[in-house]
């Protein structure tokens, strides 16, 4: 080992917090990678371990074919076959809804479900359901459902317990095999699972059941697969789906890691800025830059392998404990193991990263000259400007962003495009995001200070520790931007879901109020309307209100389109209806002689707001005027809205065709009551079914709100990585700028004061990186959402982006709080006398 290499390792030898401190970035990159590996291995086990959708109990599974109950009689009574369980499924109307009835034994090692309430059936026509199915179709034990297989005649069937199912999808219905295939003409069996006894031989007993299928064509002959390989291959599927998950995390995982790469660049730099004086003795007694450079770079790689090894081994601790905690509250969760190899290799990136980012401060401190040990020492970061080779590094991407944008943007397709490639476009907006990132990096140093003049401007206001606080950021511009590049990274992604979250949702909300503008609907088949008195009887009840009756018809014609539907519903009466996509006219002109077509009419028969247009149905014709146009369908999937008299015109009888209602108090009790008083008014008719439409409301958005809050929680990891940054940079600089502190307290600052402007200095890197991030984050958050192609409007959510700039610039003051409570502790007369 040569000497300067022994000087530089004997120094963090003396001072190892300072390389823990240098590499704190890194240690938490290390943590999230390997946390990472073991959460995915948790998941992956426990799903591995019996979470199969075929019994344990089963040995041999007959599958991927018809199989009829002739050769389920062959199998059942081949020797050494213990018991078989006979799978298949059917789809019934009941109502004007879809019922699954599936075929399960009920009890025994093969049964996929469990009673709850009542029993299991055991006699023809009868069927237990599931809770889910119970509180959406109201089929209670003792009910009798009427329903037609897809025969054209109604099959009482009667209810006679509840079941626990694999899944519970709210349509489902279980009964023996027998009940169910006696339901249709042509019955077929889909699956036979197969229970062999203890001391059966399973390839014989394999190659017996694959003989009574030897006469059976080859294409339609049932595959026999042993149960362990169904099983396997079911938790197999389950762990791929797994491993789509955690390929996107690992996404946002990388972004977190480059995050952390930047951090550690930028720590590095402060670091032999401060010991510049060192180095530059170094050179003074005959160190060679290559030395310089070579001991520096082996310094970085100990950083990286010291926090590497800290940070796997917390991850461990945490992989470990979890799961053991998730236990004690009744969950079956397996640990993670020890994956050694991924932990190894998380240590090596780890120094791969310090590596990466130590190479241009290295370089940069590898060229001081002897002469700078005669100089006080000054850091690099004071240097406000870039070089003519940096403007070109930023520029040249930039160039490359704004192309790319202008290409996308040039060919954003318009409604109902055909042939459109969403993905390629897609493609290049991310390319052009990451080119303006890479023209941020480079570049940043020119931006602080106007971005300083214009978001400092109210610090200002709070006299000198406001002032100081802003040149001290402004006057040290590569460090400011090395550090509030990251927070912008966080703040762009951040800004980018919470956009698009909010875009997709009002694109949401118009499709729902076409489709579900109220919380229930009570309707009968098609053609059937609601007798005398149903309506009157929903807007009698206390647990309903906005009761509204609509008139419907299927059999419009305008010009060449037949078969529209047509409805005459009250657009003033619901609230939801405000939230339409109207994309010419306006809905508040409907009225007797107009007409509001949905987009897909108006596109094919070339209509616009002012025309006229001849409806007709069954020899009735109306002549209408076209009040508004719709950005796809009218409301309930119909094609036009008319007024009930134009509607009466086309020879539409008074009786309803169906009834909309909301629940007249709020939550899930308020919402169970409203279904009990809808149900009530068709009093158990089976020619009638109330549809739960709110459901599809509570989907959408909890499908949404799980989306934005999973996908704000891996931008997290990036946010983590920004906030430890500033940290590191704000307690590095403390030690750098000791001298100035003593200097300010000795003029007369209070240690509140000092505390006060370095926790501001701190925040000032959240606001420069929030500016930055949004300036980037809403354009390509508005340029992505339109480059998907699914015409969903710009909504900026001000509140939500304010609230994340708020936080942003919060944790990143806080996470100066230490180092300035440090700084403030040293008395001037010490720090004045620090070299």
């Excluded at 037609?148 to 489902?172: M, R, S």
């Excluded at 990274?489 to 997709?504: E, K, M, N, Q």
């Excluded at 006219?585 to 108006?602: E, I, N, Q, R, T």
């Excluded at 616009?608 to 005027?625: I, Y």
Aim: charged share 15%.
């Amino acid at each position: 080992m040569n000497t300067i290499l022994r000087t530089q390792l004997s120094g963090v030898a003396r001072r190892p917090s300072r390389m823990l401190l240098t590499g704190l970035a890194v240690l938490v990159a290390s943590f999230v990678v390997f946390a990472t590996v073991l959460a995915q291995q948790i998941t992956e086990r426990s799903v591995l371990d019996g979470l199969s959708g075929t019994p344990e109990a089963v040995d041999l599974v007959v599958r991927d074919g018809a199989i009829t109950d002739k050769q389920l009689a062959a199998i059942t009574a081949l020797p050494g076959v213990s018991r078989t369980a006979a799978r298949t499924a059917i789809g019934a109307q009941f109502g004007g809804q879809y019922l699954n009835l599936t075929a399960d034994p009920g009890s025994g090692p093969l049964a996929l479900v469990t009673p709850t309430e009542g029993r299991y059936p055991s006699a023809a026509g009868e069927i237990a359901v599931t809770p889910r199915t119970v509180q959406l179709l109201g089929l209670t034990v003792g009910s009798t459902a009427t329903v037609d297989p897809g025969t054209g005649k109604k099959v009482p069937l009667t209810v006679v317990g509840v079941v626990e199912p694999p899944q519970d999808f709210g349509y489902d219905a279980y009964a023996p095999a027998g009940t169910v295939t006696g339901l249709v003409p042509d019955p077929y069996l889909q699956q036979v699972d197969i229970d062999l006894d203890g001391g059966a031989d399973l390839d014989r007993v394999s190659a017996a059941v694959s003989a009574i299928f030897a006469g059976v064509k080859q294409d339609e002959r049932p595959d026999v697969a042993t149960g362990a390989d169904v099983r396997l291959a079911e938790a197999r599927s389950r762990a791929a789906q797994i491993d789509q998950v955690f390929a996107v995390v690992g996404m946002f995982v990388a972004i977190a890691v480059a995050a952390a790469g930047l951090i550690a660049a930028s720590t590095f730099r402060i670091v032999f800025a401060q010991r510049m004086r060192q180095l530059a003795l170094l050179r003074a007694v005959g160190a060679g830059r290559g030395a310089m450079f070579r001991a520096l770079a082996a310094e970085g790689a100990l950083t990286g392998l010291l926090t590497g090894t800290v940070g796997v081994l917390a991850a461990l601790a945490a992989g470990h404990a979890v799961p053991a905690v998730l236990r004690g509250f009744g969950w079956k969760v397996l640990g993670p193991g020890l994956p050694v190899l991924p932990a190894i290799g998380t240590v090596l990136l780890a120094m791969v990263i310090s590596v990466v980012a130590v190479l241009a401060p290295a370089i940069s401190a590898s060229r001081v000259a002897p002469l700078e040990a005669l100089r006080a020492a000054a850091g690099t970061g004071a240097r406000t400007g870039i070089g003519a080779l940096r403007w070109a590094a930023g520029l040249l991407p930039l160039a490359g962003a704004v192309a790319l944008a202008g290409y996308v943007f040039a060919n954003l397709p318009g409604p109902d495009a055909e042939n459109y490639d969403a993905e390629s476009m897609l493609l290049a907006v991310v390319a052009s995001g990451a080119l303006a990132f890479i023209a941020l990096i480079a570049l940043g140093p020119v931006l602080v200070r106007p971005v300083l003049a214009v978001a400092g401007w109210p610090l200002r206001r709070f006299g000198p520790v406001g002032r100081l606080a802003i040149g001290g950021v402004g006057g040290s511009a590569r460090r400011a931007a090395a550090v509030s590049v990251v927070v912008a990274l966080g703040v762009t992604l951040t800004a980018g879901v919470l956009v698009g979250g909010a875009s997709i949702r009002v694109l949401g909300d118009r499709e729902l109020a076409a489709s579900a503008p109220a919380d229930f609907e009570l309707t009968g088949g098609a053609g059937v309307t609601l007798p005398a008195g149903f309506v009157e009887k929903a807007k009698a009840s206390g647990e309903l209100t906005r009761v509204v009756s609509y008139r419907r018809i299927a059999t419009a014609k305008v010009g060449q389109l037949e078969d529209l539907a047509v409805t005459d519903l009250d657009m003033a009466a619901l609230p939801r209806l405000r939230d339409l996509d109207v994309k010419h006219g306006s809905v508040d002109d409907l009225g007797p002689g107009k007409a509001v077509l949905a987009g897909y009419v108006a596109d094919l028969a070339g209509l616009g707001v002012g025309d006229r247009v001849a409806v007709t149905s069954k020899g009735k014709k109306a002549e209408l005027t076209v009040a508004a146009v719709l950005g796809d369908d009218a409301p309930l999937h119909t094609g036009l809205l008319v007024a009930p008299a134009d509607l009466t015109a086309l020879g539409v009888g008074p009786a309803a065709s169906g009834v909309l209602a909301d629940a007249a108090h709020d939550g899930d009790s308020g919402r169970t009551e409203g279904l009990r008083a809808m149900r009530a008014v068709s009093a158990g008719n089976p020619d009638f079914a109330v549809n739960v439409l709110a459901d599809q409301r509570d989907e959408l958005n909890a499908s949404l709100t799980a989306l934005l809050a999973i996908a704000l929680g891996l931008i997290g990891l990036t946010v983590l990585i920004a906030v430890v940054g500033v940290g590191a940079t704000t307690a590095l600089s403390v030690v750098e700028r000791v001298r100035e502190s003593g200097l300010l307290r000795a003029i007369g600052m209070s240690r509140a004061g000092l505390r006060a402007m370095l926790t501001a200095e701190s925040g000032l890197y959240g606001v420069i990186g929030a500016v930055l991030g949004l300036l980037l984050g809403v354009p390509y958050a508005w340029l992505a959402i339109q480059a998907i192609g699914v015409n969903a409007p710009l909504a900026i959510p001000v509140w939500q982006l304010a609230g994340a700039f708020l936080v942003l610039v919060a944790l990143t003051a806080l996470a100066g709080v230490l180092p300035a409570r440090r700084a403030a502790k040293v008395s001037p007369v010490t720090a004045l006398g620090t070299e």
